[in-house]
C-alpha cells in the first residue's frame, strides 16, 4: 500500500508534458527547414499538390493543407510515425526534394510529439517581435566570432530564444560566415556587412563589422560647420577605419553643383576657370543662389515627373500641359511636398484644367494606382504581394488588395471622379477587398478610405512618406540611396547609415516638407563634394559616400549640356524657353532625346541618367546629334575660327565650357604638335574632331 501511494504520488506530482503549439512551433520549424519557401511548398502553386502559405504567414490555411486537404492522408490519428508529413521530410519516402529533417533531432521530436498529441491547432498566441542580440557587432578580426540569439516576443507577453528556428543567412557568404551549434558569426572580410534572421515569417537585419587596416593620411575638407550629413558620414567611415576622398576644387564643384541643382552646365571660359584658380567661393552663398534660381525649379520639375512616372498621351496635349504646369508651379511657388502630395493623391476634376487630376490616370487601373503610390510615398514595392505575402517585407496580400480598394472608386476618364461603387476582388477571399491602410489597420463605411489614408500616410510621424522622399533627394544628389532602391525599404535591405535618414526625415518635416532646404543640407556637405575615385579603393569606399559616385547626366541634361557648349551667344540665349529639361512629357518627340536613352517612363525611371542600348550610342557618337551641331557655320566652333582665335584657346575654351577645368599642359603640348603642319582646312577637321572627342567622352557625360 505504502509503494502504490508512492507511485500514486508521483504520477500526480509530475508536470504534464506541454501542448505544441502550431502556429508558433511547428510553423517556425517547417520555416527553419524550407518546407514553406518559395522553392518549395511555399511556391503560389505549391509542389507535388502540397501547398503552404509563403513562410508560414496563413496559419490556418497551412493546417488546413496539413490535417484536412488530401483526404486528411498527410497526418495519421493512429500510427504518428507513419504521418507523410513527418515520414516524407525524413526521407521515408520519394517526395521530390531533399531530407530536411533527421532522426533524433529536436525539430523531429517537435514535430513527432505534434502528431502524437493530436495535431491539434489551438492558436494560443501570435508572434509580434522578433529581434536578435546583438544586433550590430564589431569584430578586431577575421578569426573572432559573435555568438547570436534570436528572441521572439508573443501576443501573451512571453519571450523565447528561438535560435535554434531561427535561418541566419549572410548578404554575401563571402563575406561572412554563420557556424552553427551555437549560432555564431565571423567576419572574414573587412567592412560592415548583413545577417538576415528568419523565424516563422518575421525577418530582421543585423550588422556586422570588421574595420579595414590602418590608412594614414590627411584629407583637405572644406569647413562644414558641423553639417549633420558629415557627423554621420565621417562617424561610419571612422569606425570602418577608412580615410575619405579629399574634395573637389570651386571648378569642379561648381560643374557638379550646377548640373545636380539645375541641370545645366556653369557658364565657365578659360578666363573664368583661371580666375578661380588659388581663389576661394562662398560655397554655401553658390548653393543658395541656385536654390532660388528659376533653372532649380524647371530643372527639379523634370525629377519629379520622372519620380511620378509622368507620361503623356498625343490624344490629349491640353491635359500633358495642365499636369506640366502644375508640376513646375508647384516648385516655383515653393509649396509643401505633403501638400503637393495630398494634391496629387485627392485631385479630382477635369484633368485639362487641374494638372493634379493626372496623377490618377497614370495608371489604368487600382492596383496599379496603388503600386505608383505606395512606390512614390512610402519607398515601398508592395506589388510582391499582389499573388503572396511579400517574403522579405511585413506585406500582406490583404495589404496589398486592401490599399488597392482605396483606389478603385476612381474614374480615370479625362474628368475624374470617384464613384463610391467600384471595388476591387481579393483573391484570397473571391469577395470584394476591404480598404486597408497597409500594415495598419482596415477601414470600415463609417469613413472616407481615401481621406483617412492620405491623413495617415501625411502624419509628421508616419513612418514612410518623409523618409521615402528625403531618401529620393539622397539618390538624385549622391547617386544612390541611403535606402539602396529608392522604393525598396524594408528590413532586409536598411540605410547605410540609419541615424542619417530619420534626422534628414525629422528636419524635411519639421521645415514643412521643404525639398529646397533638404537638398541644400546635402550639397553643403564635404561627402557631396568628394573627389570620384576609380581605383580599387573605391569599392570600400563608394558604399560609406567616402567617394563621390560620378552619375551619368539625364538625356535632357545631357542634350542642353551639348547645346550650350556648342551653340554660339545669342543663339544659345534665344533657346532658353526650349530647354529640353523644360519637356516633361516623354512622349513629345525628339530624335535627339531617344538617341541619348530618353526614358519613355513605361519604367520606372529611377535610375540615374539614361538608359541608351548599343545602336543608341553609336547615333549618338556617329550620328547628326553631334556632328550636325559640330559643323555648324554658325555654331561656337566655326565662329571662333572665323574670328581668327588661336588653336590653342580654341581648346582651352571647349575643354573649359564642357568640363569645367583646363586642359593638363602635357596633353595641351601634345594636341598643339599635332596641329604643326596641317592645312587650315586640315586644322579645321582636327579642331572638329577634338570637339566631337571631349562631348563623347564620359566625363562630359557625368556630373564629375
Known amino acids: 500500500m505504502i509503494v502504490a501511494a508512492l507511485i500514486i504520488a508521483t504520477v500526480l506530482a509530475a508536470e504534464p508534458e506541454s501542448s505544441v503549439d502550431f502556429d508558433s512551433q511547428i510553423l517556425p520549424l517547417l520555416t527553419k527547414v524550407g518546407c514553406n519557401a518559395g522553392a518549395c511548398h511555399g511556391a503560389a502553386a505549391g ?47 520519394d517526395h521530390g526534394g531533399d531530407a530536411v529533417l533527421q532522426e533524433g533531432s529536436s525539430a523531429t521530436a517537435l514535430l513527432r510529439r505534434w502528431l502524437e498529441q493530436g495535431a491539434q491547432r489551438a492558436s494560443r498566441r501570435q508572434l509580434t517581435e522578433l529581434r536578435v542580440v546583438p544586433n550590430e557587432m564589431t569584430t578586431k578580426s577575421p578569426s573572432d566570432s559573435i555568438e547570436l540569439k534570436a528572441i521572439a516576443r508573443f501576443s501573451d507577453g512571453e519571450e523565447a530564444d528561438v535560435t535554434e528556428w531561427t535561418q541566419f543567412r549572410a548578404e554575401d557568404s563571402a563575406s561572412v560566415e554563420i557556424l552553427d551549434q551555437p549560432t555564431r558569426a565571423r567576419s572574414l572580410l573587412p567592412g560592415k556587412h548583413r545577417i538576415t534572421a528568419r523565424f516563422w515569417f518575421r525577418i530582421v537585419s543585423v550588422s556586422i563589422l570588421l574595420p579595414y587596416e590602418t590608412r594614414s593620411g590627411v584629407v583637405s575638407q572644406v569647413a562644414s560647420d558641423g553639417n549633420r550629413v558629415d557627423q554621420a558620414i565621417d562617424k561610419q567611415l571612422s569606425e570602418l577605419n577608412l580615410l575619405p576622398a579629399a574634395v573637389i576644387d570651386d571648378a569642379s564643384f561648381l560643374r557638379r553643383l550646377h548640373l545636380d541643382l539645375t541641370g545645366r552646365l556653369p557658364k565657365l571660359d578659360s578666363a573664368e576657370i583661371q580666375r578661380l584658380i588659388g581663389a576661394e567661393i562662398n560655397r554655401e552663398q553658390k548653393i543658395d543662389k ?25 490624344e490629349e496635349p491640353q491635359a500633358t500641359r495642365a499636369y506640366s504646369d502644375w508640376i513646375l508651379e508647384s516648385l516655383q511657388k515653393r509649396r509643401p511636398f505633403n501638400q503637393v502630395a495630398r494634391e496629387l493623391l485627392t485631385a479630382i476634376g477635369d484633368s485639362h484644367v487641374v494638372g493634379a487630376a493626372n496623377f490618377s490616370r497614370t495608371m489604368s487601373d487600382a492596383r496599379q494606382h496603388a503600386e505608383l503610390v505606395s512606390s512614390v510615398m512610402m519607398g515601398t514595392r508592395i506589388q510582391c504581394a499582389n499573388c503572396h505575402n511579400h517574403p522579405f517585407a511585413q506585406w500582406t496580400q490583404n495589404d496589398y488588395h486592401g490599399l488597392a480598394a482605396i483606389f478603385a472608386p476612381f474614374d480615370r476618364g479625362r474628368a475624374v471622379s470617384f464613384k463610391k461603387d467600384r471595388a476591387v476582388t481579393n483573391p484570397l477571399t473571391g469577395e470584394s477587398a476591404v480598404p486597408r491602410i497597409p500594415g495598419v489597420r482596415n477601414l470600415d463605411n463609417t469613413e472616407p478610405a481615401l481621406g483617412a489614408f492620405t491623413d495617415w500616410l501625411l502624419e509628421k510621424d508616419n513612418p514612410y512618406f518623409a523618409k521615402a522622399i528625403v531618401n529620393r533627394l539622397w539618390d538624385a544628389m549622391m547617386g544612390r540611396g541611403l535606402v539602396s532602391g529608392v522604393d525598396d525599404f524594408r528590413e532586409t535591405n536598411p540605410p547605410s547609415h540609419s541615424q542619417l535618414l530619420d534626422e534628414l526625415a525629422n528636419d524635411f518635416v519639421a521645415h514643412d516638407y521643404d525639398l529646397r532646404r533638404t537638398i541644400g543640407l546635402i550639397a553643403n556637405s564635404n561627402a557631396y563634394a568628394r573627389q570620384t575615385d576609380l581605383t580599387s579603393r573605391s569599392i570600400a569606399l563608394a558604399p560609406w559616400y567616402g567617394i563621390a559616385t560620378s552619375k551619368t547626366l539625364l538625356p535632357e541634361v545631357h542634350l542642353d549640356a551639348i547645346e550650350d ?9 534665344s533657346q532658353d524657353r526650349q530647354r529640353k529639361v523644360s519637356w516633361l512629357d516623354p512622349s513629345q518627340t525628339s530624335p535627339d532625346l531617344e538617341a541619348l536613352g530618353r526614358c519613355s517612363r ?88 577634338f570637339v566631337w572627342a571631349i562631348l563623347s567622352s564620359q566625363n562630359f557625360a557625368t556630373n564629375r
Not at 290 to 314: N, T, V
Not at 617 to 643: E, V, W
Request: aromatic share 8%; charged share 20%; glycine share 8%.
Open 47 to 93: 509542389r507535388g499538390g502540397f501547398h503552404l502559405s509563403l513562410f508560414g504567414s496563413d496559419a490556418q490555411a497551412d493546417y488546413a493543407s496539413i490535417v484536412t486537404y488530401a483526404e486528411g492522408r498527410r497526418v495519421n490519428h493512429i500510427d504518428a510515425s507513419k504521418s507523410l508529413v513527418l515520414v516524407k521530410p525524413l526521407g521515408g519516402l
Open 602 to 689: 513605361t519604367e520606372a525611371c529611377q535610375t540615374q541618367g539614361s538608359s541608351q542600348g548599343l545602336s543608341q550610342k553609336l547615333h549618338a557618337m556617329n550620328g547628326d546629334l553631334l556632328n550636325q551641331r559640330i559643323s555648324d557655320q554658325n555654331g561656337r566652333l566655326h565662329n571662333y575660327l572665323n574670328t581668327g582665335m588661336t588653336s590653342r584657346a580654341i581648346m582651352e575654351d571647349f575643354y573649359a565650357r564642357a568640363l569645367s577645368r583646363q586642359p593638363e599642359p602635357i596633353r595641351l603640348s601634345h594636341w598643339m604638335a599635332q596641329l604643326e603642319g596641317l592645312s587650315r582646312e586640315g586644322q579645321t577637321r582636327w579642331l572638329e574632331d
Open 290 to 314: 541656385l536654390l532660388d534660381s528659376e533653372d532649380f525649379s524647371a530643372y527639379w520639375a523634370l525629377r519629379l515627373a520622372r519620380w511620378l512616372k509622368m507620361r503623356g498621351s498625343p
Open 565 to 573: 557648349v556648342l551653340s554660339f551667344n545669342d543663339r544659345a540665349a
